[in-house]
């Protein structure tokens, strides 16, 4: 399921996923040597960000937001991309264009990769009527800054961008 499929039995869902979310929540207050291998804030993480997408699909787009404002809060710039996209689309509703265009902007700036977030930027600096050519600056500015990311987290892993010398 994600931000633009319709979803089915969405009531269901809800129901089950914050259930889910209770019973994590429950581990984590009352630990259980059975559920030691377990990381609970990542689980909990997920049943959330779930939690949020049912209730969004629901147009509970204020509790939706409140669920994932406190995923971005609690773990910052580690989640996910995709995490990042549902935090914009529910900031859109909840909180208002302003809002989620200073997200995204600064979340696109930092080198996140995300044509999702590209393209709903783009519709709302069209719904503000803000110059296309300042989106247009930004999107080649936040095109560098993912090649820089993305260049960084090479590096990262392998320490250096230089390929090794296959030839004998």
Same mark, same amino acid.
């Given at each position: 399921?994600?931000?633009s ?9 809800a ?8 019973? %994590? ?8 040597? #059975? $559920? ?5 804030? @990542? ?28 995923? %971005? ?11 990042? $996209?549902?935090?914009?689309?529910f900031? $859109? ?5 302003e ?5 995204? @902007?600064?979340?696109?700036l ?7 977030? %590209? ?9 503000? #009527? ?22 960084? @987290?090479? %590096? ?13």
């Amino acid at each position: 399921m994600d931000l633009s499929s319709p979803g089915t039995d969405l009531d269901f869902a809800a129901e089950i996923s914050k259930k889910s979310l209770e019973m %994590v929540e429950y581990l984590m207050e009352h630990p259980d040597e #059975n $559920e030691a291998g377990y990381d609970q804030e @990542e689980r909990h993480r997920m049943c959330a960000d779930t939690y949020a997408l049912i209730l969004y699909k629901l147009k509970k787009y204020d509790l939706a937001f409140q669920y994932q404002h406190e995923i %971005v809060e609690t773990h910052g710039d580690d989640i996910s991309t995709g995490e990042k $996209e549902r935090y914009a689309a529910f900031a $859109e509703k909840a909180k208002g264009l302003e809002f989620a265009k200073d997200y995204i @902007e600064k979340q696109l700036l930092a080198g996140t990769d995300s044509r999702v977030m %590209v393209e709903q930027l783009q519709k709302i600096y069209a719904e503000l #009527n803000l110059p296309e050519d300042e989106f247009e600056q930004l999107k080649e500015q936040h095109k560098e800054m993912a090649a820089k990311a993305d260049r960084d @987290e090479i %590096v990262e892993l392998f320490g250096e961008l230089k390929a090794i010398d296959f030839t004998p």
